[in-house]
């Protein structure tokens, strides 16, 4: 996990969102590979490990639903991709489950990008150009802090879809691996080839 990523952080136990706090044992760089993060709020603590940060079990961790599933980066390409987020220059984009296979090549085409992926497959590992963040059942990140967000097909169902929402800030984009998905709180800009593409609205 990049240092940098903390301040984006948001403890799943409760609805406030408050600043978590890191405490590492252990750093590559700029990069944490063990250590802990902690809530202010509910003293809740959260581990780092492997670069990972475990804030709950990821519910498809060894399903066979994720490998024989078609994945995002057998659709699409990472330049199709990021010309559907239309991100440029800085700012962090999320990648959930196994939309974060995309991560080598979008890292190529927009290097200022920092990538964030949500329960990755574990054919993804840690490195320098990703971020990884393990979760039960939300994306753990605070609201409207995002550029954009890519959502594999395994994970296009709630509270994941709404999550992705929640994370983006409003007039960037979210990308479903999905047509005929419904997503609350974002204008769909097109549903074709498999994926759904929708700006966030800001409206409830
Ligand atoms: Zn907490």
């Known amino acids: 996990m990049f240092i940098e990523l903390t301040e984006l952080l948001r403890c799943p ?52 639903s994720r490998s024989d ?20 220059g800085s700012g962090y984009v999320v990648l959930l489950g196994s939309a974060a296979r995309l991560s080598n090549g979008l890292a190529e085409l927009a290097p200022g990008i920092q990538l964030i992926g949500v329960n990755a497959p574990p054919d993804v590992g840690e490195s320098p150009i990703i971020s990884l963040l393990q979760a039960a059942a939300d994306i753990p990140l605070r609201s409207s802090v995002v550029h954009g967000a890519v959502i594999g097909r395994e994970y296009a169902v709630e509270p994941w879809l709404a999550e992705g929402v929640r994370v983006l800030i409003d007039n960037m984009r979210l990308v479903v691996g999905g047509e005929s998905v419904t997503v609350t709180g974002a204008k769909r800009l097109a549903a074709e080839r498999g994926l759904w593409v929708g700006v966030k609205t800001g409206l409830p």
């Open 69 to 88: 599933d078609i994945t995002l980066e057998e659709m699409l390409d990472p330049e199709t991709v990021q010309a559907l987020l239309s991100v440029e």
């Open 13 to 64: 136990a409760h609805p406030d969102e408050t600043y978590c706090v890191l405490s590492s044992e252990e750093t590559v760089g700029r990069i944490v590979t063990r250590g802990t993060i902690g809530c202010p709020i509910c003293r809740a603590e959260y581990a780092i490990e492997n670069g990972t940060v475990k804030f709950g079990i990821d519910p498809l961790l060894g399903a066979d």
